[in-house]
């Protein structure tokens, strides 16, 4: 939600009035939904959808020279496979601009960025970076629209990150067989963790009947029963602009920012429906109580006295932000 602030200082304004944005009005196909000012923290917000396909774009007007960018879908796994998770790896291994072997990693080395990350949540998957440089600023837009809208998705790659079966020794045909992968390795060092299993326990037994209720980062145990087909149909079922938000931040001007996404990405696809809706969690007639084990904390002096409790309550809907700063308070 944007909250329209309003003024009457004469001050400097540290950010560009748009000349070219009117509400209502069409640019790049674009329709621009919503601008709202905001003098008290000097920037200026504008909201606009793609007529097209649908996605939604952000875009933060401020005298800043850190240019942000990020891209991001909602992703709402049904299983602990680590689906989402897996397929942020992978997308970043070669796409159809730039078929090369993780051209993100060779970003890493070769760009001007501040900032460059890619991160999976329970229900979202975000692509962002930062720079103070307009070309690299374009070059990595190029890169990472690439990469999440035109990947390869090669079995190797998915091999690579997601999970595979190797010989403990690979030099040696006689070693046992034994699970590994990028995010297998990953999650089976996170999840070793009591802390992470605590928090996990906390909200897949407090919010149960959909995706809240699974480990989108995946559960080692389950990680192996993903497949390269299940990879790439979540990849066609979710990374669509239908479903996608795009963010933009800094003094580069919006305009520029469209034309490049319409031209390069939006313009190839048309708007579908994605079935990618969260319900609310049922609410229950009487409070639940369970048990978790977990390993002992190494550090502790008392092996015997690590019991955590925790009582969770299930509030209103995120989406609420009066609610959110109420509960803050508490």
């Known amino acids: 939600m944007l909250k329209l602030f309003s003024s009457t200082s004469t001050s400097t304004r540290l950010y560009r009035l748009y000349s070219t944005l009117t509400l209502g009005g069409h640019i790049h196909g674009y329709k ?66 730039y078929p090369c072997r993780d051209p993100f990693f060779k970003m890493l080395n070769r760009s001007l960025s501040t900032f460059m990350n890619a991160f999976t ?21 190029g890169v990472y629209t690439d990469a999440v ?38 999650m089976k060092g996170v999840m070793a963790g009591r802390d992470e299993l605590f928090m996990m326990a906390q909200q ?65 696809f048309d708007r579908i429906d994605v079935k990618s809706d969260i319900p609310l969690q049922d609410r229950w007639d009487n409070a639940r109580r369970n048990v978790i084990q977990s390993p002992p904390d190494p550090m502790s002096p008392d092996p015997a006295k690590q019991t955590v409790v925790a009582d969770n309550y299930l509030l209103g809907p995120s989406t609420d932000i009066l609610n959110q700063r109420l509960v803050a308070v508490l």
């Open 121 to 141: 949540s329970s229900d979202s998957t975000v692509y962002p970076f930062s720079t103070q440089n307009k070309t690299d600023y374009y070059n990595l837009l």
């Open 32 to 97: 621009v939904e919503k601008i709202v000012e905001c003098p008290e923290l000097s920037f200026q917000a504008t909201e606009l959808t793609h007529v097209q396909t649908g996605a939604k774009h952000l875009h933060v007007n401020r005298s800043d020279s850190n240019n942000a960018f990020a891209v991001s879908f909602r992703t709402t796994p049904m299983d602990s496979t680590g689906v989402p998770h897996i397929l942020e790896h992978t997308t970043l291994c070669g796409s159809q601009r």
């Open 204 to 268: 897949t037994l407090l919010l149960p009947n959909h995706t809240y209720g699974h480990n989108s980062g995946g559960d080692p145990l389950v990680i192996p029963q993903l497949s390269w087909r299940a990879l790439k149909q979540f990849h066609s079922t979710y990374y669509h602009p239908s479903n996608s938000v795009f963010y933009t931040y800094g003094d580069i001007p919006v305009e520029e920012h469209l034309e490049v996404i319409n031209k390069e990405v939006l313009s190839k």
């Open 149 to 186: 809208f035109f990947p390869l998705l090669r079995d190797n790659d998915f091999r690579q990150e997601g999970w595979r079966l190797e010989y403990e020794n690979n030099r040696d045909n006689s070693s046992k067989i034994i699970f590994k992968g990028v995010v297998f390795n990953e």
